[in-house]
């Protein structure tokens, strides 16, 4: 049974870089693409980008210029960063499995930009 | 950007009562690449349907999709306690991947 966990500081300053892992057990990061996505506290849903375990990514336009992604194939993880957070970056961000739709998630990691 | 508009907001039904959740999308989504997510709170989105109407691996076959192009609808035949929850449509048709607003499935 493939599980994801998502790692990383819950409270982050503004106008500083929101840091993530996504830690993948029972299976291989090999092969798949994986997914960033956050949901603001009590509102829907937003996809932010993958990553392909070979590295190539694909991000939300609007996210484009403050987001980076990247994988660790050797420990079966992948990373966000986002940087230049305001209070708006606040959201429980999920890891998942998929390029396209997402059937593997992690429970997600609340994150609050506050000073 | 593709929008999705899933319809009503909120949906109160009874156990054993057939739902029928909505998601319109502003221009076609290519080879139906729609997907239906069940959310509950506190915990993350879980995977009911994708391809419009492929039910994921252990949904249980109450869960049902259909449509094409812009209009999708998810359809839950007999409503079990467990069913009464968020649930989201999503596009992977074309970039960026985009979310419906989600329709709130109540017990009357």
């Known amino acids: 049974q493939v599980q994801l966990q998502e790692s990383g500081p819950g409270l982050v300053k503004p106008s500083e870089t929101l840091s993530l892992t996504c830690t993948v057990s029972?299976?291989?990061?090999?092969?798949?693409?994986w997914t960033w996505i956050r949901q603001p506290p009590g509102k829907g849903l937003e996809w932010i980008g993958y990553?392909?375990?070979?590295?190539?990514?694909n991000y939300n336009f609007p996210l484009k210029s403050r987001v980076i992604m990247s994988v660790d194939t050797s420990k079966n993880q992948f990373s966000l960063k986002l940087s230049s957070v305001t209070a708006a970056d606040t959201a429980v961000y999920y890891c998942?499995?998929?390029?396209?739709?997402?059937?593997?998630w992690g429970q997600g990691i609340l994150v609050t930009v506050s000073s | 950007e593709i929008v999705l508009t899933q319809s009503p907001g909120t949906l109160s039904l009874s156990p054993g009562e057939r739902a029928t959740l909505s998601c319109r999308a502003s221009?076609?989504?290519?080879?139906?690449?729609l997907a239906w997510y069940q959310q509950k709170p506190g915990q993350a989105p879980r995977l009911l349907i994708y391809s419009a109407s492929s039910r994921a691996i252990g949904i249980p076959d109450r869960f049902s999709g259909s449509g094409s192009g812009t209009d999708v609808t998810l359809t839950i035949s007999r409503l079990e306690p467990e069913d009464f929850a968020m649930y989201y449509c999503?596009?992977?048709?074309?970039?960026?991947?985009?979310f419906g607003q989600g329709t709130k499935l109540e017990i009357k």
């Open positions: 029972g299976g291989s990061i090999n092969s798949h693409y």
């Open positions: 999503q596009q992977y048709g074309s970039s960026p991947y985009t």
């Open positions: 990553i392909y375990y070979s590295g190539s990514t």
């Open positions: 998942a499995r998929g390029g396209a739709f997402f059937d593997y």
């Open positions: 221009q076609s989504v290519s080879s139906s690449y």
